[in-house]
């Protein structure tokens, strides 16, 4: 891509990114000032791909001051944005596996034929909802839960 200056509006067309962020990102070191021309900030076209690399970093999670650092910093060279991606992904993970054990606690409640979520004894102190952690299933039945139904 040229490096032809474009006016910041145009940037902030082509990046969907407003100009107000693109000023912000300025101040955080995150891309380089832009050159005022005819009182505008102008950037040279080249800005777009690092734009797009924030972006990027934004949506897997990465904080701004994580950003400033994956790309100008300590992380911007040798392979550590890979070890900082690595880190993020196991944290995804972790954060998957905890909604995925929600899902199935409330599945697990929404099995239950209590009329009141309030009568029910798995609730209550010592119950196997109220600890988090279903009892094995071949007990179910004697509790008055039905895990075979699917719930998607």
């Known amino acids: 891509m040229s490096d032809r200056l474009l006016p910041i509006g145009e940037i902030s067309s082509l990046s969907e990114i407003a ?3 693109l000023r912000y990102y300025e101040r955080c070191e995150l891309i380089k000032a832009g050159v005022k021309i005819g009182g505008r900030r102008h950037y040279p076209a080249s800005v777009l791909h690092r734009l797009s690399a924030i972006k990027v970093c934004q949506k897997i999670g990465f904080s ?3 950003i400033a650092e994956l790309l100008n910093g ?5 392979g550590a944005w890979r070890r900082a991606a690595l880190t993020r992904r196991c944290e995804v993970q972790r954060e998957i596996n905890q909604l995925e ?3 199935e606690l409330i ?3 929404l099995d239950c034929d209590c009329r009141a979520l309030c009568d029910c004894p798995q609730v209550g ?3 196997h909802l109220a600890s988090g952690a279903p009892e ?3 007990s179910d039945s004697a509790r008055g839960f039905d895990r075979r139904q699917s719930r998607a």
Do not use: K, R, V
Not at 74 to 78: H, I, R, S, T, V
């Open 64 to 66: 701004l001051t994580e």
């Open 101 to 103: 054990g929600l899902i």
């Open 19 to 21: 100009p107000s962020a």
């Open 74 to 78: 300590n992380l911007a060279g040798d």
């Open 107 to 109: 599945d697990y409640a």
């Open 125 to 127: 102190p010592g119950g």
């Open 136 to 138: 094995d299933e071949q």
